[in-house]
């Protein structure tokens, strides 16, 4: 069983939709929580950040990490064509004096007009 | 633009032979990490560095090895290269190499063995 479960999708919603995007994970170690976007041939860039459980809001994003149920969603309102990209749910857990960072599979998301 | 320059953009190359990739890290940045994505594993860490010293390590095999340099360069070295190793590779840098400092990517290699 993979440290960080997230559906690949594809997952297609029209423009104006609101867009939700989860991973679980069953490391209890995790500690931070991260939301990368990933565009076609491009590298991950960070999207949303956050620490232990509750909501975090970004314009038109809100991250949500819920660490009793060990799942982290994204939401993505009013969602637009230039969202269409690879969404990745990333955490990182302490190993001896290093930080390790674990990456979802992520899911393919695709906006249309 | 994150400010991590990875080079080359593209590499190809025959089975057997040996490549180095190449990373910039961002401005005050000390860490280094290496990550392997191919279609079906996602991102799989491969090694980090912290000022020049090897911090922690991952999924990377022992034909491959890396190394940061005093003006905190690093690069990627993949020997005896196999089928399976076209993947696109990805650097990061993030300030500190601590648990709680995000990481910031370069837009990758992309190694194809053919």
């Known amino acids: 069983q993979k440290e960080v479960e997230q559906d690949p999708g594809p997952l297609s919603v029209p423009e104006g939709a609101i867009v939700s995007l989860n991973c679980t994970y069953s490391?209890?170690?995790?500690?931070?929580f991260m939301w990368y976007r990933q565009y076609s041939r491009k590298g991950p860039e960070l999207l949303m950040y956050?620490?232990?459980?509750g909501n975090k809001e970004d314009g038109r994003f809100t991250a949500q990490v819920d660490k009793s149920s060990k799942y982290i969603s994204l939401f993505i309102r009013d969602s637009q064509p230039s969202d269409s990209a690879t969404y990745l749910c990333?955490?990182?857990?302490?190993?001896?004096?290093?930080?390790?960072?674990?990456f979802g599979t992520g899911t393919r998301l695709q906006v249309t007009l | 633009d994150s400010g991590v320059t990875q080079t080359p953009k593209h590499l190809i190359t025959a089975t057997g032979q040996r490549v180095t990739l190449r990373c910039s890290p961002r401005?005050?940045?000390?860490?280094v990490y290496w990550y392997q994505q191919s279609l079906d594993q996602g991102l799989q860490f491969l090694i980090q560095?912290?000022?020049?010293?090897?911090?922690a390590k991952g999924n990377i095999l022992e034909r491959f090895s890396a190394q940061q340099f005093p003006d905190l360069h690093s690069e990627l070295n993949l020997s005896s290269l196999e089928l399976g190793d076209s993947a696109l590779y990805f650097c990061?840098?993030?300030?500190?190499?601590?648990?709680?400092?995000?990481?910031?990517f370069g837009n990758g290699t992309r190694l194809t063995v053919t």
């Open positions: 990333a955490m990182s857990a302490r190993t001896g004096t290093a930080s390790k960072l674990t």
């Open positions: 990061a840098s993030s300030v500190d190499g601590q648990i709680g400092s995000p990481l910031h």
């Open positions: 560095y912290y000022n020049g010293e090897e911090r």
């Open positions: 490391n209890s170690a995790f500690q931070y």
């Open positions: 956050t620490y232990s459980s």
């Open positions: 401005s005050g940045d000390l860490s």
